[in-house]
């Protein structure tokens, strides 16, 4: 989202601050996970389930009416009978594909949780056979003796039951971070389909983001499973400018049309600033296609970037590298887990990049990585790799109450450029891309 502020000398210093947060992004402590009951759970969701099925119901109902007050039925009630009948049938649509998000949240919640209560119990069974006990904040209580012997036998006993222990810890912490990852990713779901009761019209807007919110609902399976291959989507953009092309532009439109399309690009972007002048040039082409981004350039370029990829990376890799190899000791095989960060917001800033402070300003980054575990030589330490991407998404629109000058045409504020996507003239659309793939040995 391109950012235009005029809080600076030249109406570019302020970053516009992301409203994305993650919410539910808490640790989940050894108590709760022995007390939570994914059976709950899949009690809330089969309410969900009879709630979604009632809404559909009820749409099949308004359809059949609605249709049946085609013909024979005129005049300015007929009309304001049709509009309502056609606005609650979007709203049940809504409601049913949104209940329908939080049955299938609700339930790949419930299993996310047994499997993490699962380990949480082998954890606890390792430990009770060897004499130990895991204590509420995840640390391992040894027997009085150990540590407090110079017998050599006990002595090798104890360094035993440190290897045992280290096996311990690491189910522990898998099953905690599995559960955490469960919590912060539904929870966040969940989040998103509440704020639908805002949402009364099937318009391209709502459609989308409702469709996001079933597609994500519905692949949350294969985040749990470590399967991978998806991204959940981020938080809905805003509605932008309103609907393309739904207005008659004026002299006015058209001549700001024309000074951007001539080169102006509505800013003094210096020499070199070519990213700015592609997703301006993108907007005016009217197209609404994708555009891509090159993420390797936003890396380099903003370091910002770059340091809270690794920084957010780094605080993921131990959980996820703790439940690789609590896999790996349960099965003896070679495992291969796939994860991601989740989306975390992120700003270009004038004094990082101001190429790519006019081209994106605030934007969302996902980094999905590959933790793979492999049998070395015998009685070797197996082997850990994380092969991981990162994967950038932004909506190209205009915020509100901003402005700037523009040479030729004088001030120009968002709703000057809103209104050039709304008059045709210009259209919004999506833009992202993916980072190179990088490996590193943990």
Request: glycine letters at 8%; proline letters at 6%.
């Amino acid at each position: 989202m391109p950012p235009t502020d005029n809080d600076g000398p030249n109406g570019r210093d302020k970053v516009v601050t992301p409203g994305h947060e993650r919410r539910f992004d808490k640790p989940v402590t050894v108590p709760q996970l022995r007390a939570c009951s994914p059976d709950s759970f899949h009690r809330a969701a089969e309410e969900w389930d009879k709630l979604s099925s009632a809404a559909a119901a009820a749409r099949f109902e308004a359809v059949d009416v609605l249709s049946t007050l085609q013909e024979g039925w005129s005049g300015e009630a007929a009309e304001l009978g049709r509009r309502s009948l056609a606005d609650l049938i979007d709203e049940l649509s809504i409601a049913e594909q949104e209940m329908e998000a939080a049955k299938l949240t609700l339930g790949n919640a419930a299993d996310g949780l047994t499997l993490a209560r699962r380990w949480m119990a082998e954890a606890d069974d390792l430990a009770r056979q060897h004499g130990l006990s895991v204590k509420d904040d995840g640390d391992i209580e040894f027997p009085s003796w150990a540590g407090h012997t110079n017998d050599p036998d006990g002595q090798a006993e104890a360094r035993r039951l440190a290897t045992v222990a280290g096996d311990v810890r690491n189910l522990v912490k898998s099953a905690l971070t599995y559960a955490a990852d469960v919590s912060d990713t539904a929870g966040n779901e969940l989040d998103r389909i509440r704020k639908s009761v805002d949402y009364n019209r099937l318009d391209e807007w709502t459609t989308r983001v409702v469709g996001e919110d079933l597609a994500a609902a519905r692949d949350m399976r294969k985040v749990f499973s470590g399967e991978g291959g998806v991204l959940l989507p981020p938080d809905p953009y805003d509605r932008g400018a309103g609907p393309y092309n739904s207005e008659e532009p004026t002299d006015r439109d058209r001549k700001l049309a024309n000074t951007l399309g001539a080169g102006m690009m509505g800013l003094p972007f210096e020499s070199g600033d070519v990213n700015a002048s592609a997703t301006m040039a993108h907007y005016l082409s009217g197209t609404g296609e994708p555009l891509g981004l090159d993420v390797e350039d936003m890396l380099r370029d903003i370091p910002d970037f770059q340091d809270s990829v690794n920084t957010t990376l780094d605080g993921n890799l131990p959980g996820w590298q703790a439940e690789a190899l609590a896999e790996y000791r349960r099965t003896g095989k070679p495992v291969t887990l796939v994860q991601q960060t989740g989306w975390q917001p992120m700003s270009a800033t004038p004094e990082s990049s101001k190429d790519w402070y006019y081209a994106v300003g605030s934007f969302h980054y996902n980094t999905q990585a590959k933790i793979e575990v492999k049998p070395t030589s015998p009685g070797a330490p197996p082997e850990v790799t994380v092969t991981y991407q990162t994967h950038v998404r932004d909506r190209y629109n205009w915020d509100h109450g901003k402005s700037t000058d523009v040479p030729g045409i004088g001030n120009v504020t968002d709703d000057d450029m809103q209104r050039l996507h709304r008059t045709g003239l210009a259209q919004e659309f999506d833009m992202g891309g993916n980072s190179d793939m990088r490996t590193r040995k943990l």
